[in-house]
């Protein structure tokens, strides 16, 4: 059984910062990729960025220069920094892992709203 709980969502105004933390926990042998997607109310769900066991990134062109994501392999925990936002980042932002070589697993979801 493995979890993955984040955390960090919340307001902030537009041009403000958050930074969202993941944490994936269990019967781990081994993480290939963890990465963070959002969906907004009656959109789907869409990619933001990933990250690869080897630190290979990749963004959404829609926060390309605005968001960060890093790891910490060790404690099987992703980060998002989330700066410059922007009212059209507000959504729920699910993380998810790709465990023991082929299982996903995702979150349970964290609210960003970006608003004045």
């Known amino acids: 059984q493995v979890q993955v709980v984040e955390s960090g969502g919340g307001l902030a105004q537009p041009g403000g910062s958050l930074r969202l933390s993941c944490a994936a926990s269990?019967?781990?042998?081994?993480?290939?990729?963890m990465g963070w997607y959002r969906q907004a109310p009656g959109k789907q769900r869409e990619l933001v960025a990933t990250i690869s066991s080897g630190d290979n990134t990749n963004y959404a062109d829609s926060v390309k220069g605005r968001f960060t994501i890093s790891r910490a392999n060790a404690k099987n925990t992703v980060y998002l920094q989330m700066n410059s936002l922007k009212p059209e980042d507000t959504a729920v932002y699910y993380c998810?892992?790709?465990?023991?070589?082929?299982?996903?697993?995702w979150g349970q979801g964290t609210q960003v709203t970006v608003s004045s």
């Open positions: 269990g019967s781990i042998f081994s993480i290939s990729v």
């Open positions: 998810k892992t790709v465990a023991n070589l082929r299982y996903i697993y």
